[in-house]
């Protein structure tokens, strides 16, 4: 399979602290993408970096890819109750591959 | 701009019966791809579609099939149905390039009884 892994499965935090979650996946790729779910909604897309950059930014959301390693990393910052949800990491060959999700929890 | 549209947004149906799903994407997208999610499966891919040709296939049986249409709109659609059918089916619209994102519709729960 092509899907990636996230890890942890599942996260537990307090708000305010930081939350860091890590993919891999199998196959090269063109890039990689982050994606929120609320539980039982559709997918939003956070964030996406290409192959050739290492790190990247977006609010409090920073993401890096190791392309050697076949993993990237999400970290979010200064958690809030509000960014409880799932968090998928997604690579597009001919199609998109999402890993299996980490479920975070941010206790207020 | 709106955003995926998909309807029903539940639907409960019986084993046997079949079912239909409507995707409408974001304006100007060509590409609509379909997925299953369910709790021990994660998110699985089914199928997409582009300018109306199926372009890429997940490995699910000849009971789940799609379409699209000219103005993009995408319909799935799942005969016979199983117990463990039921689940979150998630549409996701892209402008069908490899470096753009997927933009999802909410789902459509599918429970079947």
């Known amino acids: 399979s092509q899907q990636g892994e996230e890890d942890p499965q599942a996260l537990s935090i307090q708000e305010g602290e930081n939350a860091t979650m890590n993919c891999s996946y199998k196959?090269?790729?063109?890039?990689l993408q982050w994606y929120r779910q609320n539980s039982g909604r559709g997918l939003v897309h956070l964030i996406l970096i290409r192959s050739n950059e290492r790190e990247k930014h977006s609010g409090r959301l920073r993401v890096t890819l190791d392309t050697s390693k076949k993993s990237s990393s999400l970290l979010i910052t200064a958690s809030r109750a509000a960014d409880t949800a799932s968090y998928f990491c997604a690579t597009k060959s001919n199609q998109f591959y999402f890993g299996t999700g980490t479920s975070l929890t941010v206790i207020p | 701009k709106a955003g995926v549209t998909q309807t029903p947004r539940y639907l409960i149906k019986t084993r046997g019966q079949q079912v239909t799903l409507s995707c409408s994407p974001i304006?100007?997208?060509?590409?609509v791809s379909w997925y299953q999610q369910t709790p021990g499966q994660g998110l699985q891919f089914l199928f997409e579609y582009f300018s109306e040709t199926q372009r890429n296939k997940g490995n699910f049986p000849g009971r789940f099939s799609g379409r699209q249409f000219s103005n993009s709109r995408s319909e799935m659609n799942v005969s016979t149905l199983e117990l463990g059918d039921s689940a979150l089916y998630l549409c996701?619209?892209?402008?069908?390039?490899?470096?753009?994102?997927?933009?999802f519709g909410q789902g459509t729960r599918l429970t079947v009884v």
């Open positions: 196959t090269s790729i063109n890039n």
């Open positions: 996701a619209s892209s402008l069908g390039g490899q470096a753009t994102e997927a933009f």
């Open positions: 304006s100007g997208h060509r590409s």
